[in-house]
């Protein structure tokens, strides 16, 4: 009887642990951490026109760059809009897919579109709203579409958002995914530079977004490869370790094999945050740009409305009482 009990307390346990590693996984997507990093500091590549109302704003918009993930919960199309895995495309899908929406549908279908992802296109459609936002200088918009441009434009900078095996599933190696863009940042970004410049101009925020999905494309081999290596030459015992997360206790990578695997990715976490930093900043300036550069002092001491505080906090009780796990985070 007592090993009985003794057994399922063991099971219990275990279960509990791994409960938790997989919410920890999926809450902290491009960790919650790197999304308000990314957001936060995109506000600094503004020039000065912008910066004193993003700056009168940056606690908004870095709390809720993690909005759109929180959202899947309550919309349905939500889930599709963060990710796109090129690789049901074909070898070259940038190359062969159609870049604009309705040549795409022509070739694809809407429905498959949808169910692989279609996060350049979002980008391009969140770079509309937000110009029509500014043309407008509707605060609430400007601050909401800011935000959610900046957490798209950060998941199409993760390698593991353009591909099929996101989590390493297909390739017995789950859990990467949260490992390369969220305990990588947490770890090490400290010591990355994010001296980055004044955004730029983006001629045509669709291409632009397909140039960045591109790049993590092309990077997503090395992130699963380099992994399937480390994980070879490490004894189970080492490659995860226990830590304390508010009262739990959860399962993690560790320290040392997090210091492996980021030396071996040669500086990649760094190079795509940056990218997505200046990303982020030179599409809002390129909407600002298309709204007709708009005198933002004019709403400079305006807040956000109570009606839309309320909205976001009925999602994210929706979020924190779900417990399901979505496709593009975990
Ligand atoms: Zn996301």
Known sequence: MKIFK?????????????????????????????HKQINRLATFTLPKEMFAFYKQNIEFITEHAVDPDKRRYAVNDEAARHFIDLDRYGINPVDSMPHKWEDAVKKYSEDTLKAHGIVPW????????????????????????????GHYVGDAHVPLHTTKNYNGQLTNQKGIHGFWESRLPELFAKDYDFFLGKARYIENPLEFAWE????????????????????????????????NRGAALMRVYSEDYSKDYHSMMAGMVERRMRSAIIGAGSLWFTAWVNAGQPDLSKILTKKPSEEMM?????????????????????
């Open 310 to 330: 309320k909205e976001i906090a009925e999602e994210d009780e929706k979020f924190n009482h779900s417990n399901v796990k979505g496709r593009s985070c975990d």
């Open 122 to 149: 979002h980008i391009d459609v969140m770079v509309k709203r937000l110009t029509f936002a500014f043309k407008n200088l509707n605060v609430d918009q400007i601050l909401k579409y800011s935000s959610d441009l």
């Open 212 to 243: 960045t999905v591109r790049a993590s494309f092309a990077a997503k081999d090395s992130v699963l490869l380099f992994e399937a290596e480390l994980n070879n030459s490490y004894d189970a015992d080492r490659k995860f370790s226990f830590e």
């Open 6 to 34: 003794n057994k399922v307390l063991i099971t219990t346990t275990f279960l509990l642990v791994v409960t938790l590693f997989a919410a920890y996984q999926m809450a902290e997507s491009w960790g919650f951490f790197a």
